[in-house]
């Protein structure tokens, strides 16, 4: 899709600010697919947000390191009916996984929860900032 894409694209960005926000996007863009009936398999669309996800996993910002375990969370939480939990993609996601938080019961869209996980991963890194500040 366009917006894919755009999002996708957004994660070049020189700006951490743009990419931050681009990650958190793409996790609620992901979570929307497949709550819209996606069908079973790997989309395309979830495709490319694994993979978007795994690159942002190294960002050297660590507020996008953040936001992309955000978006681990989701793809991980619909990785079984969608096929996004396997392969070299799905290995790295799991590997982002913060214990304490169910990824089956993650929402992109809940701040609180996006908040939690960003919090978790606050105390590990010094400089990151609030992604809602």
């Known amino acids: ?15 951490p600010r743009v990419r931050q926000r681009a990650v958190w996007c793409l996790a609620m863009l992901a979570q929307r697919i497949v709550l819209s009936g996606s069908s079973p398999s790997m989309s395309p669309e979830l495709a490319a947000a694994a993979d978007a996800t795994t690159k942002a996993l190294g960002d050297a910002n660590s507020g996008v390191r953040s936001l992309a375990r955000v978006s681990a969370y989701v793809l991980i939480g619909i990785g079984g009916s969608a096929g996004v939990s396997t392969g070299a993609a799905g290995v790295r996601l799991a590997d982002a996984m913060l214990t304490g938080v169910d990824a089956s019961a993650f929402d992109a869209f809940d701040l609180q929860c996006v908040q939690g996980v960003w919090d978790m991963r606050h ?11």
Do not use: Y
């Not at 899709?1 to 020189?14: E, P, Q």
């Not at 890194?125 to 500040?133: F, I, K, R």
């Open 1 to 15: 899709s366009f917006l894919m894409k755009s999002l996708v694209t957004s994660f070049a960005n020189r700006q």
């Open 123 to 133: 105390s590990l890194d010094d400089d990151a900032q609030p992604p809602m500040g």
